[in-house]
Each structure stands twice: as structure tokens, then as C-alpha cells.
């Protein structure tokens, strides 16, 4: 039996990374700014589950909660990175307010949860962080390019916490999630003021993402918890077949572009 701590755990990954935790016997801390929606899953599962109202870009509220959750069981095994947001809209239109908000979240609210849990599983000697990043932490694209900034420093972060923690029996992971139904284009999303010199780009993008909102969050949760099982975890995933060849269409052109211009590139060498 293992003891999961979830944040972002009223809706999408996060609920469906819970609800699977809790169905296979484990035991889950399950953090949100707004548990109201987990109540439910509380009667369902009296005795496993733990609400946890936690805003996690509040560092001192964090640390408080951390503590909660570690005792709420007696231990931490797994740590699921999961609460975020997207501000959606082209970079010139953010505002400084919205770009500090976001970023509070997405990436602060990581770190915060990161360092306040590092503690306890390194005193337990092992554990096994999960941060929910995307397919995109790799590179930007046309009005999400503030979210996929704030998922690829994560991402960054993330490969040097592996590293920090490895030698204290600690796994930590990136979840390169692609496109799941999950609200994060409705309920999670923060929207810039429109400027109408980019009506034609929002078209195109419009036209290339179709409505199809993506399969369930309720697919991934097997693949999470086949991971969290495995004695030697990758410290990145993809998950999903389309995300996994998005992805690979992005590092190869990436690879092109880099021996296209490699001429140029090495005549810094003096």
C-alpha cells in the first residue's frame, strides 16, 4: 500500500490519478484549491482519502500542508505535481498580472510542493516524484507559449532534482502529458484580451486543432500506475500515442535545423 499526495486533485489527471490510486487499495492526500468535488470520493472510500484545501502558489500554505498530508498516514511514497492552469493568448497581449499568476502555479507551485516534500522521502529513503508537465515542454507554439514555458522549466528543473535526489533512493519523473479532456481549455484557462492584428493566426490555429477535446483522463491513470511500480522509472514518459509522435516530429525537426545551420554554428570557433 502506498500513500500518494495529488495536487490539482478535484478534476481532471489529478482526480483520475486519485481515483485510480484508491481503487487499486492505496491511500491518497488529495489537494485542491476547491475539494468540494472529491467529497464524494471520500464516502466512496472512507478512511483512504484526505481532502486537503491547498492553494499551492502560497509557499508557507505549502509547507503546512506537506506536513498535514505526511501525517495524515505516516509517510509519503508517491508525489503527483499535478495543480495548473493555462493562460491562453499570444505573448504580446498578456499582462504582467496574468504572466506572474500563471507562472506562480505552473511552475512555483511545483517547486514549492518539490522542495517541502524532499525532506520526508529522503529521510524515508525512497519515493517517487511525478511532475505533470506536457508534449510541449519542448518547444513553444502560437498562444500557448506561456504555458509550454512554464512546463519545459519545470521539465529543466525536474532533470536536476532527479539527479539531486537519486543518491536518497528518490525516483522523480516528468510526465509529458498530450492532450486529455480535462477542462484545462474551459475551467483552467485564463484568456488574454484578443488584439485584432492576430484574428488571421487564431484562425489557423483553430483550423489545426479541430474540436476534438482528447480522450478521457481516466486513460492515462493505467499507465501512471504501471510506472509508479516499475523499479527503475524513466525520468521522462510521454504519455499517449499522438503526444508521442508530436513529440518525435519536434526533435527531429529540431535535429534538421540544427545540421542545416551546423556551418554557421562552427565557425565560433574562430
Avoid: C
Wanted: proline share 5%.
Amino acid at each position: 500500500m502506498r500513500v500518494w499526495f495529488v495536487t490539482g486533485a478535484s478534476r481532471g489527471l489529478g482526480r483520475a490519478f486519485t481515483e485510480a490510486a484508491l481503487d487499486r487499495g492505496d491511500r491518497v492526500v488529495a489537494a485542491a484549491r476547491d475539494v468540494g468535488p472529491l467529497a464524494e470520493l471520500e464516502a466512496r472510500h472512507p478512511g483512504a482519502l484526505v481532502r486537503l484545501p491547498l492553494d499551492v502558489s502560497d509557499r508557507a500554505a505549502v509547507r503546512k500542508g506537506v506536513d498535514q498530508a505526511a501525517a495524515a498516514f505516516g509517510r509519503l511514497d508517491v508525489v503527483v505535481n499535478n495543480a495548473g492552469g493555462m493562460l491562453f493568448g499570444m505573448l504580446e497581449e498578456a499582462t504582467e498580472e496574468q504572466i506572474r499568476a500563471h507562472f506562480d502555479v505552473n511552475l512555483f507551485g511545483a517547486i514549492w510542493v518539490t522542495q517541502a516534500v524532499a525532506p520526508y522521502l529522503r529521510a524515508q529513503g525512497s519515493g517517487h516524484i511525478l511532475q505533470v508537465t506536457s508534449m510541449g515542454a519542448g518547444g513553444g507554439m502560437a498562444s500557448v507559449g506561456l504555458y509550454a514555458a512554464g512546463k519545459s522549466a519545470l521539465d529543466s528543473v525536474t532533470q536536476a532534482l532527479a539527479m539531486e535526489l537519486a543518491p536518497f533512493g528518490v525516483k522523480v519523473t516528468n510526465l509529458q502529458m498530450g492532450g486529455y479532456d480535462t477542462g484545462l481549455f474551459t475551467l483552467g484557462t485564463t484568456a488574454t484580451e484578443p488584439d485584432p492584428v492576430y484574428d488571421g493566426l487564431r484562425a489557423e490555429l483553430a483550423a489545426m486543432w479541430g474540436e476534438d477535446a482528447g480522450p478521457p483522463p481516466s486513460n492515462a491513470a493505467p499507465v501512471v500506475m504501471e510506472l509508479v511500480d516499475l523499479p527503475e522509472p524513466p525520468r521522462r514518459l510521454i504519455v499517449g500515442s499522438r503526444s508521442y509522435d508530436l513529440v518525435q516530429q519536434m526533435d527531429e525537426a529540431r535535429t534538421a535545423e540544427y545540421r542545416a545551420w551546423e556551418h554557421l554554428s562552427r565557425k565560433a570557433d574562430g
